[in-house]
């Protein structure tokens, strides 16, 4: 099993930026790809942007490009979101998900765990 915990999330103006944190721990071994989800009231959930644990690749959605950026700290077992530019269309409860696979990286069910999540809302 592994744990997730999402942290950083908060009330910000349209324009300002976040940085979310997703830290993990127990078979962090097992992990090969990191996500970002979020998912709105009455919405599904949604790709945001996803990393590999090792290497350099990284992913993103059309909503997070030129806005997001996704990285890690692997001495921390720890994947950052940086977000900047904010709308208060992206105003929602954003996860950290893990995976042991990653050829559908943007499918939540590809993920098996999860955070808690933290809510992200951004007032117009």
């Known amino acids: 099993q592994a744990q997730l915990v999402e942290s950083g999330g908060g009330v910000v103006q349209a324009g300002g930026s976040l940085r979310l944190s997703c830290a993990a721990s127990?078979?962090?071994?097992?992990?090969?790809?990191m996500g970002w989800f979020r998912q709105a009231p009455g919405k599904e959930r949604e790709f945001v942007a996803a990393?590999?644990?090792?290497?350099?690749?990284?992913y993103y959605g059309d909503s997070a490009k030129g806005r997001f950026t996704i990285s890690r700290d692997n001495a921390k077992s720890t994947v950052y979101l940086q977000m900047v530019s904010l709308k208060p269309e992206d105003t929602a409860v954003y996860y950290c998900?893990?995976?042991?696979?990653?050829?559908?990286?943007?499918?939540?069910?590809?993920?098996?765990?999860w955070g808690q999540g933290t809510q992200v809302t951004v007032s117009s």
């Open positions: 998900a893990a995976s042991s696979l990653g050829s559908t990286y943007q499918q939540p069910a590809t993920y098996r765990y």
């Open positions: 127990g078979r962090t071994l097992s992990i090969y790809i």
């Open positions: 990393i590999r644990w090792s290497g350099a690749m990284t």
